[in-house]
């Protein structure tokens, strides 16, 4: 189907904004650019408990947010990776999105603050996100988490982490997770796919920016063959969480997010893949300007309570 009226309109706006685009920015001021965007999400909900903290990680203690909702604990959790290309977005850039996740899926939700590139190259974020999600599996009784019941999830890149996380999960023997949310993930280092070529300019992320966010978060080609780089070049993708699929028609994306889940419907994982037709990549954050990212947020929540209740 074509893009519905409210994406085409959403993108006309962007293409007649005035300024650099992302490409053209050093990263602090992409940063600051991409935070400015979050009006896009709506306006932010009540959650009980927002709470900063820290917790151990590989190289120095990593902050996070813990958004807990209105009840008595303990509470499932969903530990959220924020997207942004490994190079931009923080605890600011999702907060609305997490507080509803919190509110409507009844859940804790842990954002760490990972580290970003170009400072900080591969493997450092999913180093970060692995050592976050352990945590909340080992300690996360501190902050009303039920341990037995944690799912990962994230958007874009990371989307990519949470997919990664949970490869990790498996090979280092846990945490055990009810479940993987994965909104357009990144799932591997290549240009080549339909996607690619049929919306790689014009439709938000375009081909050149998806270039620069991994040669930024890679110290070579090499790290892109990588599985916890590209889950999908993984040789075995067995035994990982269950995996809900997100995908968006006009997105570079949409392919390599898509060959991810049919690999992991093959291993036996059980896996569900959602198309949104007539959306663009990023759509889940523009609920302000797109009613049908509020579709896609349903049925996330839908996924995680089911997730949650086996």
């Given amino acids: 189907m074509p893009l519905t009226a409210e994406t085409e309109a959403l993108l006309k706006t962007f293409a007649e904004a005035e300024g650099p685009t992302l490409q ?80 409507a899926a009844g859940c804790v939700v842990v954002v760490p603050d990972y580290r970003l590139a170009p400072e900080h190259k591969y493997p450092a974020a999913a180093d ?16 009303g988490v039920d341990r037995s019941r944690i799912a990962v999830g994230g958007d ?18 846990g945490p055990t997770l009810a479940a993987q949310v994965l ?24 081909t050149d920016l998806m270039q620069l966010f991994w040669d930024s978060y890679l110290s070579g080609d090499d790290d892109g063959a990588q599985p916890y780089a590209s889950p999908l070049r993984a040789p075995d993708v067995s035994g990982v969480a269950p995996a809900h699929i997100i995908t968006a ?41 797109i009613p049908q990212a509020h579709d896609a947020i349903a049925d996330v929540v839908a996924g995680l309570k089911a997730a949650f209740s086996r």
């Fill in 24 to 103: 053209e920015m050093t990263p602090q001021e992409a940063r600051a650019a991409y935070r400015e965007m979050r009006a896009l999400q709506g306006e932010p909900e009540d959650v009980a408990v927002v709470e900063e903290r820290t917790v151990p990680g590989p190289a120095g203690d990593i902050p996070v947010r813990v958004y807990r909702p209105e009840g008595a604990g303990a509470f499932p959790a969903l530990v959220h990776y924020h997207g942004g290309g490994w190079i931009i977005g923080d605890l600011d850039t999702h907060d609305p999105l997490c507080r509803h996740f919190a509110n």
């Fill in 128 to 143: 970060d996100c692995y050592a976050a999600t352990k945590w909340v599996a080992e300690q996360g009784a501190e902050i």
């Fill in 156 to 173: 874009s890149s990371g989307g990519n982490l949470a997919a990664v996380v949970a490869l990790m999960a498996r090979d280092r023997g």
């Fill in 183 to 206: 909104i357009y993930p990144v799932t591997d280092h290549r240009f080549d796919t339909a996607s690619y070529r049929d919306n790689g300019k014009g439709y938000f992320l375009e």
């Fill in 249 to 289: 028609e006009f997105d570079v994306l949409r392919d390599e997010g898509e060959a991810y889940g049919k690999r992991l419907q093959e291993a036996g994982v059980a896996t569900q893949i959602q198309r949104y037709d007539g959306m663009m990549h990023g759509f889940v954050q523009f609920g302000a300007a």
